[in-house]
């Protein structure tokens, strides 16, 4: 599997502006067998052709990344897992695409999942990495899947989960 940066011809130019670091996540249960797909990316608005290989045989709950991008507008293609074979991406490989915005110096994780309609799509975040406060930590919690709710346990001992500013529910 490849998964790494993306080449000279997928970063569209800017002038001095600092690139965002981005995490891509395949969130997307197309099937039981480990749902394996090719990730593309390319300047918004060419040609399908000129995308540039993210990852290669991404599985699911596969996370790539860093990929560091300059700040522009990204089409990101999710292809059938053998559209990296021959090393260029054709139309009729793509599953789906979705015209992604990175602005500059963020990190941030672009999340692919279904949305609730059932129809995949990417969600992007960001990623907070401000300093915790002493003794502290910090933990980020994103539901984007098209799925039932979840109760997220914080608690650290035994019996806190009797108290309720422990336990969060979402979705």
């Known amino acids: 599997a490849v998964v790494g940066s993306t080449s000279a011809a997928v970063v569209p130019s800017s002038a001095q502006a600092a690139p965002s670091q981005v995490y891509v ?3 997307l249960p197309l099937d039981n067998a480990g749902t394996l797909v090719d990730v593309y ?10 995308a540039g290989l993210v990852a290669g045989d991404f599985k699911f709950k596969q996370v790539a990344g860093p990929l560091a ?28 695409s979705k015209t992604l915005k990175v602005p500059s110096g963020l990190n941030l994780s672009a999340v692919a999942s279904l949305d609730a309609a059932g129809k995949p799509t990417i969600n992007v975040f960001a990623n907070d990495l401000s300093k915790a406060a002493s003794g502290g930590g910090r933990l980020s919690i994103r539901h984007a899947a098209a799925a039932p709710a ?7 001992l035994p019996f806190s989960r009797l ?5 969060r529910s979402y979705g």
């Open 25 to 27: 996540v395949h969130g």
């Open 41 to 50: 990316a390319g300047a918004a608005g060419d040609a399908v052709d000129k």
């Open 69 to 96: 991008l300059a700040p522009a507008d990204y089409t990101v293609y999710v292809a059938k897992p053998t559209a990296s074979d021959d090393g260029k991406l054709a139309a009729d490989e793509v599953i789906f």
């Open 150 to 156: 979840v109760n997220v346990d914080l608690g650290y």
């Open 163 to 167: 108290f309720s500013f422990f336990v």
